[in-house]
């Protein structure tokens, strides 16, 4: 009786990548209050009994607190979205074979993807190397210096645009006016929510482009974050084969979905163009076209 083929290593998971973000959280989070929302991260337990119990070991407050008051650490080392391995995995799997992130920060998701093989072009404004990036003082990829909008006018044609955290303001408008390519990844608060983009930028996404899938992060307390995978809503658009060229596999919805990674910008409101800290909004109605499931898609 011959050998089954030796067919190598298996293709590597979310669950399998090297993640000091989630290690660093994954303890505190707790499931939420609402039946609807996803685990958090900071909120205080619904025991009283354990909101004194198990101090942190880091802060030696208790533990639900303790892992609270590190978010501005967190995220300035790594990124504005908790990376739980399920969102990593939705990402990765519509983000085609090639992903532009032009408000790359740390890196940190051209990071993540890359470990799954996916070619990631990261670049920022001001790239943490400079020693000049208003928030994260380190890279764990080489992010080029770029402006966003032309990043993405000169790469995102053959990639999935990868809109993390978009800062309030034009650009994400801008960013999206100059991407030719048939993917938009969003990861951010939604509509008149919070702290990204503006008002025309989700316009025009809700009219020129047709959710593919969304997701719900962990997320830290008091935040209302998700993932949103956009495709071009242009029957006449000639990038239409590329799109399904470019993902390679259709959900149930017949809606193209799949993988893919290289360098593009980051930045935080339009102050400067390089911003400050994202201002935090009272939360205000959200599109329920997007926010109410967990999950659409694979």
Known sequence: ???????????????????????????????????????????????????????????????????????????????????????????????????????????????????????????????????????????????????????????????????????????AGQILAAYTGPTVIYIGEFGNLGTSADHEFFQTLMGRWHLAGRHLPVQWHGMHDLVAVFHRDDPDDPDAERTAAHHGRTSEEGQTVSRGHRHGTRRRGDRGRVGARPRRRVPGPVSHDVWPDRHVGP
């Open 1 to 171: 009786m011959s050998a089954a083929p030796d067919t190598g290593p298996a293709a590597p998971t979310a669950a399998d990548l090297v993640n000091p973000y989630w290690d660093a959280v994954a303890r505190y989070a707790i499931p939420s209050h609402f039946e609807d929302e996803p685990p958090q991260v900071g909120q205080m337990p619904n025991d009283l009994l354990d909101v004194l119990h198990d101090p942190d070991p880091d802060t030696g407050l208790p533990g639900w607190l303790g892992g609270y008051v590190q978010r501005d650490k967190l995220t300035a080392r790594y990124a504005w979205t908790i990376t739980d391995p399920p969102t990593v995995e939705f990402v990765a799997a519509h983000a085609g074979r090639a992903v532009l992130d032009p408000l790359a920060g740390s890196g940190y998701w051209a990071w993540l993807l890359g470990q799954l093989g996916i070619d990631v072009h990261a670049s920022d404004l001001v790239p943490p190397s400079t020693g000049q990036h208003y928030w994260h003082q380190s890279e764990h990829v080489p992010v080029w210096g770029a402006d966003a909008v032309e990043a993405t006018a000169e790469y995102g044609a053959d990639r999935t645009l990868l809109l993390s955290w978009p800062p309030t303001g034009p650009l």
